[in-house]
């Protein structure tokens, strides 16, 4: 078998990612007091994984909470704390949701039904993601160990929306909830429990030894945990470079979203190996349609027809390998590809942005864009995005922040015109950030919200591709957002590291460190 350090990790969507075999009593003799530190790209402004989108949230409290279901390696929907898929009623409007039995909470006692209804109550009302059922849902209750949700009718995404860990519908102890205020006890049912947070220092997630693991072989986000790594200790560390040479000094055991231009600096350096995830998503420049200079449609297609996402993934990740310049939303070879609709992608025409701009009444008022350092690939673009917007006339105050004080900040409409971000790759559309009318941008128009409805009800997969092809039109047509292209995901890992699978947002259970 080839060593870990000669592999360069890769997965495809709908397809199979490589692990590493390791013997039993290596396992066992790995386990044991080991630890692996984990470089991110900076502090989370939360550890409550319900309220808020942020990947690096998700990354961390996965680790420690569980939904009712996952995702697998295909991104098909699996049980993980229910015991089965749903019963549907033949109306389509109740869900019926076993629960696995003997669940255990950090804090020692048993999972109910109880729980688990406060928890999606809870979510439905702080969540961005369950804001989007909660016109829907007529309510949720407990019935003989299952949970169920009645519909005011029928929502196709309502278990893609279940499954997803971030606005995550995690579930915890009815105990520590309290209303749609925030949880002062991070008690979830996860593989490894909190230990330990000493902000801008460090997050240490220890294994839960009263875990109770799904059955059935691993199979992406789902099937067996089983947390061979006793401690996973999350470091922020803001700067690219700084990850990569930590990594090369053996610093840390994993490093995440490294600038790809070094990757051979990563291939080249002992003990270390490259992980690359791809498919992984997608950069977004998401504009301000409720308040400011970009609330007129007018504006934002002038910056639709400013911009050049060529030039903005060349200077972003430089190596063509990393990237696709791709205007549909759903990259080819997915369920909901869609070129056709997907025109006015890649324009990079200042002429006829400014001859937009000047029909719109701009009046050179300062656009203000945040972007941050910490995603090195985002900083770039936007550069590269300020030069294209001053190009056509544009008055851009590039506002350069930290993750955490960017995440807090797009949250008031008042103080910001638009920002970057990327998106991890969804099977589902309705899981799309932007596409929900709470998530900062707030795209919530009249036209919008009747198509989006008409998706959401349809439960024909065939009926729903085309009705996801008129909400793209709109989205080229109102321009609530800029996709820049697909990106591809670089990391790095400690050749010590056995059986990890890469995945858009990066776990550790499974995993071991060898000798």
């Known amino acids: 078998m080839r060593t870990l350090s000669k592999i360069l990790f890769t997965t495809a969507l709908f397809g199979t990612a490589v692990t590493m075999a390791i013997t039993p009593a290596a396992a066992q003799q790995a386990a044991k007091g080991s630890v692996i530190t984990v470089a991110t790209i900076g502090e989370p402004p939360t550890l409550d994984p319900v309220g808020v989108t942020a990947d690096l949230v998700s990354v961390i409290t996965q680790h420690m909470f569980e939904t009712l279901y996952t995702f697998d390696r295909e991104w098909k929907v699996i049980p993980l704390v229910a015991s089965a898929m749903p019963t549907l009623s033949a109306d389509g409007k109740s869900y019926t949701i076993p629960l696995r039995t003997g669940v255990k909470f950090h804090d020692g006692s048993t999972m109910t039904a109880d729980d688990v209804v406060a928890s999606l109550e809870r979510w439905t009302k702080v969540s961005p993601r369950g804001k989007t ?157 409720k308040a400011g200079t970009f609330a007129n449609q007018a504006v934002r297609q002038a910056v639709l027809a400013a911009l050049g996402p060529s030039d903005m993934l060349t200077a972003a990740f430089g190596d063509p390998s990393f990237f696709a310049l791709e205007g549909s939303i759903y990259a080819p070879g997915t369920n909901f590809y869609d070129a056709d609709s997907a025109k006015g992608y890649n324009q990079n025409n200042p002429k006829k942005a400014a001859d937009m701009l000047k029909a719109a009444g701009y009046k050179n008022e300062p656009v ?75 795209w919530d128009t009249s036209e919008k919200k009747a198509a989006l409805a008409k998706f959401n009800t349809e439960m024909d997969p065939a009926k729903r591709k085309a009705l996801w092809a008129e909400i793209q039109k709109l989205f080229y047509t109102q321009v609530p957002t800029i996709k820049v292209g697909e990106f591809y995901n670089l990391a790095a890992a400690t050749a010590k590291l056995k059986g990890y699978v890469p995945m858009p947002w990066p776990f550790f259970w499974n995993a071991e460190l060898a000798n």
């Open 133 to 289: 059922t909660a016109s829907v849902i007529e309510s949720i209750t407990a019935k003989n160990g299952s949970v169920v949700i009645a519909l005011k009718e029928p929502f196709a995404p309502l278990i893609s929306l279940l499954a997803m860990n971030n606005g995550a519908a995690a579930i915890m102890p009815k105990s520590v909830i309290d209303g749609a205020n925030p949880v002062k006890s991070f008690i979830g049912t996860g593989p490894y429990k909190l230990l330990e947070h000493k902000p801008d220092q460090y997050i240490r997630v220890t294994r839960f030894d009263g875990y109770v693991s799904p059955e059935g072989p691993a199979n992406g986000y789902g099937g067996k945990r089983e947390a061979k790594i006793e401690e996973v200790r999350f470091v922020p560390v803001p700067n690219a470079t700084t990850r990569v040479e930590g990594m090369v000094a053996g610093q840390y055991g994993f490093a995440d979203s490294l600038p790809a231009e070094m990757l051979p600096r990563i291939k080249g350096a002992s003990g270390v190996t490259p992980v690359v995830v791809k498919p992984f998503g997608f950069p977004l420049m998401i504009m301000n349609s």
């Open 368 to 442: 203000r864009i945040m972007t941050s350092m910490q995603y090195d690939f985002l900083y770039k673009m936007s550069l590269v995005a300020q030069a294209q917007l001053q190009q056509a006339g544009f008055n851009v105050d590039l506002q350069v922040l930290d993750w955490a004080t960017l995440i807090q900040r797009r949250g008031n409409e008042k103080e910001w015109d638009a920002f970057f971000t990327y998106h991890t790759f969804v099977p589902e559309p309705s899981l799309i950030t932007f596409v929900n009318p709470s998530y900062p941008g707030w």
